[in-house]
């Protein structure tokens, strides 16, 4: 079965400093990872997907992430956090053969000026 | 990127009746969309995968009587909750993935209040 963990409920950053948040996901075959932002009482805004090739995926807004095959991670990452940046981050999974995406809990993510 | 239309973004109903959520693909077709649910501060809870031409797909413990779905064009997607009660009120999301592509897109979502 398809899987996502997000361990942090909320991660804390001052404006300016890079950010973190973490992903971990358990699936058969080959992954499909996504990330995705929902600001409150919206739908959710696409960031980036990794499918194949290069581990290091650029998205939007300056975020990347990066697929760790062996740790099974796709942690999202931006070099310099922004304020406008808080919101919450979703990270998701598709693969096994099936069709649906399957999403972590969800990280609150908070910059501070 | 592509678009998801979601329709309405908010919606009162009183308790009994039935109310009826739109979600759009503006300028792609697809024939799978899916419909989620979400409670305040917690993750998507996929409800069930809508297929174009043939009967939804419901996760396990979603009432399909109840969360009536269908799916008659390449982009179009209704999910239409029937005898509403308070329990049932919850924002609802939908998503798309392109046929072409292997991104799925989200609408903006729609906010159900039973009363």
């Known amino acids: 079965a398809q899987s996502v963990a997000q361990p942090e409920d909320q991660v804390n950053v001052a404006e300016g400093n890079p950010l973190t948040v973490k992903c971990t996901y358990s699936v058969s075959g080959n992954p499909y990872l996504f990330w995705y932002v929902q600001y409150p009482n919206r739908g959710l805004q696409f960031l980036l997907k990794?499918?194949?090739?290069?581990?290091l995926v650029k998205g939007s807004y300056g975020f990347e992430a990066e697929f760790n095959k062996s740790q099974t991670s796709f942690h999202l990452k931006k070099p310099s956090a922004l304020v406008s940046d808080s919101a919450l981050y979703f990270c998701a999974v598709r693969g096994g053969g099936y069709n649906k995406l399957i999403f972590g809990a969800g990280t609150r993510l908070a910059v501070h000026p | 990127g592509a678009v998801v239309s979601q329709h309405p973004s908010r919606v009162i109903c009183k308790s009994g009746t039935s109310v009826k959520i739109e979600c759009r693909s503006l300028?792609?077709?697809?024939?799978?969309m899916f419909w989620y649910r979400q409670f305040p501060k917690q993750s998507l809870m996929l409800m069930a995968t809508?297929?174009?031409?043939?009967?939804?797909?419901?996760e396990q413990g979603v009432e399909k009587d109840k969360f009536l779905i269908n799916h008659a064009s390449l982009t179009l997607s209704t999910l239409t909750v029937t005898s509403a009660h308070p329990e049932d009120s919850s924002f609802y999301i939908c998503?798309?993935?392109?046929?072409?592509?292997?991104?799925?897109?989200f609408g903006e979502g729609s906010w159900l209040t039973v009363v």
């Open positions: 998503s798309a993935r392109p046929d072409s592509g292997n991104t799925i897109y």
């Open positions: 990794y499918i194949t090739g290069d581990n």
């Open positions: 300028d792609f077709q697809a024939t799978t």
């Open positions: 809508s297929n174009e031409g043939s009967k939804a797909t419901y």
